[in-house]
């Protein structure tokens, strides 16, 4: 009986002793990573301030840059999605695409036109979600796109919040488009989970109309329309949808007095 004593407290000693080693291992580890991450964004700073040294960049857009390469060292949010990814890549290509419809669908329907395309072909949402998405990932205080530029894809806001400000605002500093007390805050929209952004880029050619900003780190669903495109028309019912669908959208977006990155057809 002693003896069995002994054994089971051995047995919970070495047990206590593998739990603190492997907590001290994994914070030393943890420990080293930080660092590396801290040194190589310190690096990336000093290259970049010499590169934008040698070229007479203003001191102010030096500053920006400084600020944005910080953003992304403190940011995890890539470190997430390239797991993800990861994991995705290990999956069989019928298991991937399965599991894009079941993830990517819910968000495409926030827009009318995939909403209603469910019940017409199914097989067409499962391509759309398999090979013409992409995952957008911007970092808080990031420039998504300026106005003037031209559009290559829809985005749908799937985590995190965004700035948009409208038409001729978008020289505004960024700490202004993201002030809420700024005297133009009813030019500045939020947007968030289930905002589309861009939905005419797949109807039409189009330019975007204001600034769009990360407020804080953000992910989004990017529908590019040429691969949209690509799919819509391999597929009779849902090629004939989108033509009835783009030519209503149009015929209202022909008449409105305004137009915007983030309006409603």
């Not at 080693?21 to 690096?43: E, R, S």
């Not at 420039?143 to 965004?162: N, Y």
């Not at 804080?216 to 819509?232: G, M, N, P, Q």
Request: with cysteine; aromatic share 6%.
């Amino acid at each position: 009986a002693v003896e069995g004593i002994q054994e089971l407290l051995f047995a919970l000693v070495v047990v206590v002793l593998a739990i603190i080693f492997h907590a001290l291992f994994i914070g030393a580890m943890t420990v080293a990573m930080t660092g590396i991450k801290d040194t190589n964004a310190l690096k990336m700073q000093r290259a970049c301030r010499r590169y934008l040294g040698d070229r007479n960049v203003t001191p102010e857009f030096v500053e920006r840059m400084m600020k944005h390469i910080a953003s992304q060292a403190q940011s995890g949010i890539r470190g997430k999605v390239a797991e993800e990814r990861n994991l995705l890549n290990s999956l069989p290509d019928h298991l991937q695409m399965e599991l894009h419809e079941v993830v990517r669908a819910p968000v495409l329907h926030n827009m009318p036109f995939f909403a209603d395309l469910v019940s017409v072909s199914s097989v067409a949402i499962r391509m759309v979600c398999h090979t013409a998405l992409t995952i957008g990932i911007t970092i808080a205080r990031e420039i998504c796109f300026d106005r003037g530029e031209q559009c290559q894809a829809v985005r749908f806001v799937e985590k995190g919040k965004l700035k948009y400000v409208h038409g001729e605002q978008q020289q505004l500093l960024d700490s202004e488009i993201l002030s809420a007390a700024s005297s133009t805050a009813k030019l500045i929209q939020t947007l968030g989970s289930r905002s589309v952004i861009s939905e005419a880029v797949l109807w039409t050619r189009w330019e975007h109309c204001g600034l769009l900003m990360a407020e804080v780190d953000s992910i989004t669903l990017d529908l590019h329309s040429e691969r949209f495109a690509e799919v819509i028309t391999n597929h009779n019912r849902s090629r004939g949808m989108a033509a009835r669908y783009a030519r209503r959208f149009l015929w209202h977006l022909n008449r409105l007095e305004s137009l915007s990155d983030v309006m409603v057809v």
